[in-house]
T-cell receptor, first 115, second 111 residues
Framework: DTGVSQDPRHKITKRGQNVTFRCDPI?????LYWYRQTLGQGPEFLTY????????KSRLLSDRFSAERPKGSFSTLEIQRTEQGDSAMYLC?????????????FGPGTRLTVL | QKEVEQNSGPLSVPEGAIASLNCTYS??????FFWYRQYSGKSPELIMS????GDKEDGRFTAQLNKASQYVSLLIRDSQPSDSATYLC???????????FGTGTRLLVSP
């Protein structure tokens, strides 16, 4: 399977703990995106990387959230001091740099539950 | 006004009928428009993209774009029960790479 992969698929944590999620984009896709989706809502943009550079970041993103893509391949999203409001599906997507269409392909997501 | 608006539904259609899903957006400079299908508990799956005014057909799906009216729609012909899902409209807003999504329209196709 050469699609976007995410790990873990499910994470249950206690309030106040730190969590880290991983995303592996489609091979050779230079662009990588993180979104968050809660029940009944569409995905909400968090941040965007082109290769290793973080080029866009949502103004709504708390400073408890940080994302990295150190070698321009996989990316990690860390949430520090989790809160119950962080419970959501965290989605990663990728798209090829050469495409002017910006078609984004999503991974299966990581479902986070904060108790 | 929300940046991307969709009727949440549910939209109920009988098997074999045409399902029509609609979306409006607020940013006049938007250039790229997408429809995603999302089954319950799964991630969004890209089914159509459209960039210029008019119609774009792919199998049973037709996307329609009217930039003057800031309106994009998705038609599903010969609807099947397996088409029952939430359909998300997504738009590039403000020239940024991020997609802005509507809340989705839930489609129910009855046998």
């Amino acid at each position: 399977d050469t699609g976007v992969s995410q790990d873990p698929r499910h994470k249950i944590t206690k309030r106040g703990q730190n969590v880290t999620f991983r995303c592996d984009p489609i091979s050779e896709h230079n662009r990588l995106y993180w979104y968050r989706q809660t029940l009944g809502q569409g995905p909400e943009f968090l941040t965007y990387f082109q290769n290793e550079a973080q080029l866009e970041k949502s103004r709504l993103l708390s400073d408890r959230f940080s994302a990295e893509r150190p070698k321009g391949s996989f990316s990690t999203l860390e949430i520090q001091r989790t809160e119950q409001g962080d419970s959501a599906m965290y989605l990663c997507a990728s798209s090829p740099l050469v495409s002017s269409s910006n078609e984004q392909f999503f991974g299966p997501g990581t479902r986070l539950t904060v108790l | 006004q929300k940046e991307v608006e969709q009727n949440s539904g549910p939209l109920s259609v009988p098997e074999g009928a045409i399902a029509s899903l609609n979306c409006t957006y607020s940013d006049r400079v938007s250039q790229s428009f997408f429809w995603y299908r999302q089954y319950s508990g799964k991630s969004p799956e890209l089914i159509m993209s459209i960039y210029s005014n008019g119609d774009k057909e792919d199998g049973r799906f037709t996307a329609q774009l009217n930039k003057a009216s800031q309106y994009v729609s998705l038609l599903i012909r010969d609807s099947q029960p397996s088409d029952s899902a939430t359909y998300l409209c997504a738009v590039n807003i403000g020239g940024f790479q991020k997609l802005v999504f509507g809340t989705g329209t839930r489609l129910l196709v009855s046998p």
